[in-house]
């Protein structure tokens, strides 16, 4: 086979594994949540984490904790794990839930882009919602961000959603497993919110919790996102942090669905609820 075979071969391949994570994921968004309404999705994604938001502000003025930077950063963070967590739970264990999940395993494409662009919309949700939290916090509450600072704090922001997207895909792989997964994602929920610093200085936890949180995703980004917003610039160090985290769950993610789905088709419960 020449080398100009060969790149068209592979050049082929790439694209049908693009297609399935994009278009695979959008079919799969767009079907597990054709329930969802507009005012759904402003109540449940955009609304309650800028209720979070302002709850703890002006609790932490109250407090005399940390100032009001402090809050708003790391709320604009975590905000992304409402859609993240509950979504990549929901695009493994809705399959399950809804029946379809038979089907999804009967393809003969490689699981990981399967999945991985399940996840995908999630990211992009998350995105959405801490971009969202970040701008009404600063027309809101008076937060200024350095211009410079912009284009970093994208990219933490979007390290940050993939992360916890990815997160989340591991819960749901747990989905295969168990019954009511739901009850770890909403366990998974509050420990981010407590053990990330978004809103608790980490300083002030004990060590044992500091370290549970340095293998959390959004812990990284929200360190990288205040020290970005105070003019440090980009702190690459935790920004290769937050990517490392969510590179682990990810493999995680890979790892703990192809032994539950393995399990799950030798003890033929792939269908049971």
């Known amino acids: 086979m020449s080398f100009l075979s060969l790149s068209r071969a592979l050049t082929r391949r790439v694209v049908r594994?693009?297609?399935?994570?994009?278009?695979?994921?959008?079919?799969?968004?767009?079907?597990?949540?054709?329930?969802?309404?507009?005012?759904?999705?402003?109540?449940t994604l955009l609304v309650s984490?800028?209720?979070?938001?302002?709850?703890?502000?002006?609790?932490?003025?109250?407090l005399r904790v940390a100032d009001d930077r402090f809050y708003l950063l790391g709320n604009a963070v975590v905000s992304a794990s409402t859609a993240c967590v509950y979504?990549?739970?929901?695009?493994?264990?809705?399959?399950?839930?809804y029946g379809t999940l038979g089907a999804v395993l009967l393809s003969p494409r490689h699981r990981a882009p399967l999945w991985f662009g399940r996840a995908l919309p999630y990211?992009?949700?998350g995105l959405l919602i801490s971009v969202f939290t970040l701008t009404v916090a600063t027309l809101l509450l008076g937060l200024r961000i350095p211009v410079g600072a912009l284009p970093g704090l994208a990219a933490v922001l979007l390290a940050a959603s993939a992360g916890c997207s990815v997160f989340g895909l591991a819960l749901g792989a747990l989905g295969?497993?168990?019954?009511?997964?739901?009850l770890v994602s909403n366990v998974a929920a509050s420990v981010l919110l407590l053990l990330t610093g978004a809103n608790v200085p980490r300083e002030t936890l004990p060590e044992w919790m500091r370290a549970v949180g340095d293998v959390l995703p959004l812990t990284h980004a929200a360190e990288a996102a205040r020290e970005l917003s105070a003019g440090g610039g980009l702190d690459r160090g935790r920004l290769g942090a937050e990517?490392?985290?969510?590179?682990?769950?990810?493999?995680?993610?890979?790892v703990l669905l192809a032994v539950f789905e393995r399990g799950s088709r030798r003890r033929a419960t792939l269908d049971l609820m």
């Open 17 to 43: 594994t693009l297609r399935l994570v994009v278009v695979g994921g959008a079919i799969s968004y767009r079907a597990l949540f054709n329930w969802t309404t507009p005012p759904m999705f402003i109540g």
């Open 49 to 62: 984490p800028l209720l979070q938001l302002l709850f703890f502000v002006f609790l932490g003025r109250q």
């Open 87 to 97: 979504g990549g739970t929901m695009a493994v264990a809705n399959e399950r839930r």
């Open 123 to 125: 990211v992009l949700n």
């Open 176 to 182: 295969l497993r168990f019954r009511d997964v739901f």
């Open 243 to 254: 990517l490392a985290t969510g590179a682990g769950y990810a493999v995680l993610a890979v």
